[in-house]
């Protein structure tokens, strides 16, 4: 890809240079980085790799289908929200690549300059590929905000879960309003949010006409997190651990919130000690035990799939579908 994503804030570029030594470099780099982030967690001298090692196969089975399920949630989502006609496969293989270029960007960024440079090669104009994967972000984060809601209400309200609901509902306040104090507070931001708006809007109305889409779409991104929160439980489970579904979930909502909104590549660091911690709030339980949870999570959705992301992304490449 020879043009610019400047809407999206990423360039791509059709040859770089030295692409294999400089995405092998990054790697590594990026696992040393998130390794000594978590030991930080738990202190100098302790190793959760040996932790690994004790996970229950079992139940990682389920947890890496859950993260595939994700994907395949993802690409209805962006189908879904597209009212013209897209290939099923290629939107998959997009979001495969997206795995791969956000590496490389802060807060899913990547994601959403790749989806936007495939439904423009797919032949849909670039303001309404934009508006498309502005709408799907947009339903995105309201479904999440509502799912934070409903289940930090859950939680508050079993009596016998070890989340008080009065921090419970404290933590869904802070949550909520960091949301909105950096939609509102941050200029650069806000003049984002209402561009995302604007442009979300007339496609929003063109799907009105076709509902069986717009559910689909819903649907989706509905499943990307919930597939989210199923392999976390899983990870979870592996290390025999027995949280109730509905805490790992509330954790796993706070905490992806929480760690995205800090503007590091791939959310290397930040989204592992943000879940750790909402994990250690919603369950009572000390955060050195979810450190090799998350740690295996992050495996499954986030470092394992760099490599066929990045198998996907030079298939789109060469066939100029990005």
């Known amino acids: 890809m020879t043009d610019d994503l400047v809407g999206n804030g990423l360039v791509m570029s059709g040859r770089p240079r030295r692409p294999m030594l400089r995405r092998l470099v990054t790697l590594a780099l990026c696992a040393v980085v998130a390794y000594v982030v978590l030991l930080q967690i738990v202190g100098h001298d302790a190793d959760p790799l040996p932790v690994l090692a004790r996970a229950?196969?079992?139940?990682?089975?389920?947890?890496?289908?859950?993260?595939?399920?994700?994907?395949?949630g993802a690409t209805f989502a962006v189908v879904g929200f597209v009212p013209e006609?897209?290939?099923?496969?290629?939107?998959?293989?997009?979001?495969?690549?997206?795995?791969?270029?956000?590496?490389?960007?802060?807060?899913?960024?990547?994601?959403?300059?790749?989806?936007?440079?495939?439904?423009?090669?797919?032949?849909?104009?670039?303001?309404?590929?934009?508006?498309?994967?502005?709408?799907?972000?947009?339903?995105?984060?309201?479904l999440h905000l509502l799912l934070i809601v409903g289940f930090g209400a859950y939680v508050g309200a079993d009596y016998a879960a070890s989340l008080p609901t009065g921090t419970t509902l404290l933590v869904i306040g802070a949550v909520l309003a960091a949301v909105v104090a950096g939609?509102?507070?941050?200029?650069?931001?806000?003049?984002?949010?209402?561009?995302r708006l604007r442009e979300a809007g007339p496609r929003f109305g063109q799907l009105l006409h076709q509902p069986g889409k717009l559910t689909v779409g819903i649907l989706g991104q509905l499943a990307v997190t919930l597939m989210a929160a199923v392999c976390l439980y899983c990870c979870a489970r592996a290390f025999g651990q027995g949280p109730g579904f509905a805490e790992v979930t509330l954790a796993q909502l706070i905490g992806s919130t929480v760690g995205s909104a800090v503007p590091v590549p791939g959310g290397i660091g930040s989204v592992d000690t943000a879940l750790a911690?909402?994990?250690?709030?919603?369950?009572?339980?000390?955060?050195?035990?979810?450190v090799p949870v998350v740690l295996v999570y992050r495996l499954c959705t986030f470092w394992l799939p760099l490599l066929p992301g990045w198998l996907a992304f030079l298939w789109l490449q060469r066939r100029e579908a990005i």
């Open 56 to 72: 229950d196969a079992v139940w990682l089975a389920p947890a890496l289908l859950a993260s595939a399920a994700g994907s395949v």
């Open 85 to 142: 006609r897209v290939s099923f496969r290629g939107a998959l293989l997009a979001q495969l690549s997206g795995f791969f270029v956000n590496l490389a960007t802060p807060s899913g960024l990547g994601s959403a300059a790749v989806n936007t440079r495939f439904l423009a090669r797919s032949g849909i104009p670039q303001t309404q590929a934009l508006a498309s994967v502005a709408l799907g972000q947009i339903a995105g984060l309201v």
């Open 183 to 195: 939609g509102v507070g941050v200029p650069r931001l806000r003049r984002w949010l209402v561009a």
């Open 277 to 290: 911690v909402a994990l250690r709030v919603t369950t009572g339980t000390p955060t050195a035990t979810w």
